[in-house]
């Protein structure tokens, strides 16, 4: 893997940026174009990396004032691929990271709006699943749902120190509040054609275990919520949060959220709380796993001040 960085600087900054890349040798190429910029107005200067040089080479900018003075913009892309004689070797056993704001800006986009209707969704097909115990159903409905990366997102935003965690701390409620509402019309529906939601064993699995197991926190659970939340964290981190999904499936963040409507509808309280009560320790977990796994990061990894 490597790296794309484009840089736009004010005209006088140029050379001695220039001059500190060429000197770190950490670059596979560096371009000038010089005052092709109008907005900010200045010099464009593009550079490649391999990834396991993304963080010494921002932090190397970091210190020439790119993307934190007046008038400096920075960005990075991935390209597809890099052929170059000089550095094939170096290039096919590169590492997979990523910056913190490569990791804002992913959360970001797996966190907006648009992802209410998703969460809805899941809540409703998690509801049917478990009605008809038909365990796929309800993995199609964890597998859908978008429900690790506002947790992760605060526990992000805490270790880079940044206001980011209070967007994470906004955006949890909502989309879960979405899965609520898609549950208990599930529910309703259900109940609605005379369909039993929590007794039965209409599909190739009793529904009473599957129940059980996502509103009872046992040693197994917790490890298991921490083991999973480990590897999505560390997913996040390396730039490969498309594999988060399998995380969901180990998580029972959904199918414990999706209960609490379910047995709501039903009248049953206690199951209510006890699926609440599951849901807010694995989301706990979460949060603090994937403190430690970004701490942990920060620390080995990335040692500097993420810009947001």
Request: proline residues 6%; aromatic residues 6%.
């Amino acid at each position: 893997m490597a790296r794309l960085i484009q840089i736009v600087v004010p005209s006088h900054t140029t050379t001695p940026l220039l001059n500190a890349l060429q000197q770190s040798e950490r670059t596979l190429s560096i371009r000038l174009q010089p005052g092709v910029s109008l907005e900010p107005p200045g010099d464009l200067v593009t550079i490649e990396v391999r990834n396991r040089e993304l963080m010494p080479t921002l932090r190397l900018l970091d210190e020439q004032g790119v993307g934190r003075g007046p008038g400096t913009v920075l960005s990075t892309a991935q390209p597809l691929c890099i052929i170059s004689p000089t550095a094939a070797a170096e290039l096919q056993n590169d590492t997979s990271e990523c910056s913190f704001e490569e990791i804002e800006t992913a959360l970001v986009r797996d966190t907006s709006s648009d992802v209410l209707l998703v969460m809805a969704i899941s809540g409703f097909i998690a509801v049917s699943g478990l009605a008809t115990g038909a365990l796929h159903i309800v993995v199609a409905g964890m597998l859908i749902a978008p429900g690790f990366e506002p947790l992760v997102r605060i526990a992000r935003g805490v270790v880079a120190r940044s206001a980011a965690w209070r967007a994470g701390l906004r955006c949890t409620p909502l989309p879960y509040a979405a899965l609520f509402i898609g549950a208990a019309i599930a529910a309703l529906v259900l109940r609605f054609h005379g369909k039993p939601l929590l007794s039965g064993s209409g599909g190739y699995l009793p529904t009473p275990p599957l129940v059980a197991y996502w509103t009872n926190l046992t040693l197994f659970s917790v490890l298991e919520v921490i083991v999973a939340a480990t590897a999505g964290a560390f997913l996040v981190a390396t730039n490969r949060s498309i594999l988060t999904a399998g995380v969901m499936i180990a998580l029972g963040l959904i199918p414990a959220a999706a209960l609490v409507p379910a047995a709501l509808v039903e009248s049953q309280w206690d199951l209510a709380g006890r699926a609440l009560l599951r849901w807010a320790v694995d989301a706990a977990l979460v949060v603090v796993v994937s403190f430690a796994v970004f701490g942990w990061k920060q620390l080995r990894v990335h040692r500097r001040q993420p810009a947001y």
